[in-house]
């Protein structure tokens, strides 16, 4: 080896233009023309444009990767948005739902109230408000608790309204409640009259046909009797006032070889969905009390039997 080649320099051979310290200080003092020419004068804005619309097909193919995975993050994140949204909008949705179920229950219990309010004032007998609180536990009788007893002077016998009819007859009272026996219970009867002929007739409960029925009884096969007749307490009962209404005549059988039509009723009374009644003074309590008998006295002048 020649030792003119350990000063690690390459041989005169290959020594070919300028040195890289030339070269350097050219390029420098070409980028610095460069850039103050392009800042002051613009000319590299169309290599620039030229360059970008060449480069583009390339930076398109490699943001594409970086582009679906963002779409795919943001589609994930859109997917469990919008099932939360789902998922709020149903609650929200029920929760209209039950207000508005309450809203409808609160106006028919308001309507309820106020026919109640006007049966009140129509009423000359004295007459308390009342709850229902809950069915007789008895499942072959037909009666209903409410929540006035011996506390709110309730008095055996009194009648139950409610705001379309007679409703029943309290037959129990305890000092906080009372136990009402329905007009369709089967050992209920109460007196009426048809409004249409003025014929009166007996009316008791019925569970034959269906759960909340009456029978017109004991009338003759050929009374006058029609479907949608409507029948009203009598008042010789002494315990409902006269003209409270009853049930309407639904059914009328007629045989040849029967004695008595069978004539079934429909109460007006919302027997089995009463929420609010009126609950009366028996009618014996308004009545004066009989004048005692007069006797003769011993001295021929008539005296009063005590």
């Given amino acids: 080896m020649p030792l003119g080649t350990l000063d690690r320099d390459p041989p005169p051979f ?4 300028p040195s890289a310290l030339s070269k350097l200080a050219v390029c420098s003092a070409l980028a610095l ?4 020419a392009d800042a002051r004068f613009k000319v590299m804005q169309p290599l620039r444009v030229v360059l970008a619309t060449a480069l583009y097909p390339v930076q398109w193919l490699a943001l594409r990767p970086v582009i679906l995975a963002q779409g795919a993050g943001q589609y994930f994140q859109s997917l469990a948005a919008a099932q939360a949204e789902q998922e709020a909008a ?3 949705l029920s929760q209209w739902s039950q207000r508005a179920s309450q809203v409808e229950q609160l106006a028919l219990e308001n309507g309820r109230l106020r ?19 809950y069915d007789a536990a008895d499942p072959y009788t037909r009666k209903v608790i409410i929540d006035k007893g011996l506390a ?27 136990e009402v026996t329905l007009i369709t219970d089967r050992d209920h009867a109460i007196p009426v009259l048809n409004v249409r002929t003025g014929a009166r007739g007996v009316a008791f409960g019925d569970t034959s ?17 029609a479907v949608g007749d409507l029948l009203t307490t009598s008042g010789v009962d002494g ?12 059914k009328v ?33 308004q009545i004066a009390p009989r004048p005692a008998p007069e006797v003769p006295a011993a001295n021929g002048k008539r005296g009063v039997l005590k």
């Avoid at 709110?152 to 037959?171: C, F, I, R, Y």
């Fill in 152 to 178: 709110n002077k309730v008095a055996l016998g009194s009648p139950v309204l409610d705001e379309m009819g007679v409703l029943g007859q309290v037959t129990r009272v305890y000092p906080m409640v009372s």
């Fill in 90 to 92: 149903r609650v929200k």
């Fill in 33 to 36: 023309f460069l850039m103050v």
């Fill in 14 to 17: 290959f020594r070919q233009g």
């Fill in 253 to 285: 059988e007629r045989r040849v070889d029967a004695v008595f039509a069978r004539i079934y009723c429909v109460p007006l009374a919302l027997v089995s969905g009463a929420g609010h009644v009126v609950v009366l003074e028996p009618l014996a309590t």
């Fill in 239 to 250: 315990i409902y006032p006269p003209g409270l209404p009853v049930a309407r005549v639904e």
């Fill in 115 to 133: 026919k109640l309010l006007d049966l009140r004032e129509r009423l000359q007998s004295p007459a308390t408000a009342a709850q229902v609180l």
């Fill in 209 to 225: 046909t269906h759960a909340d029925a009456l029978e017109l009884r004991y009338m003759p096969a050929n009374a006058d009797v």
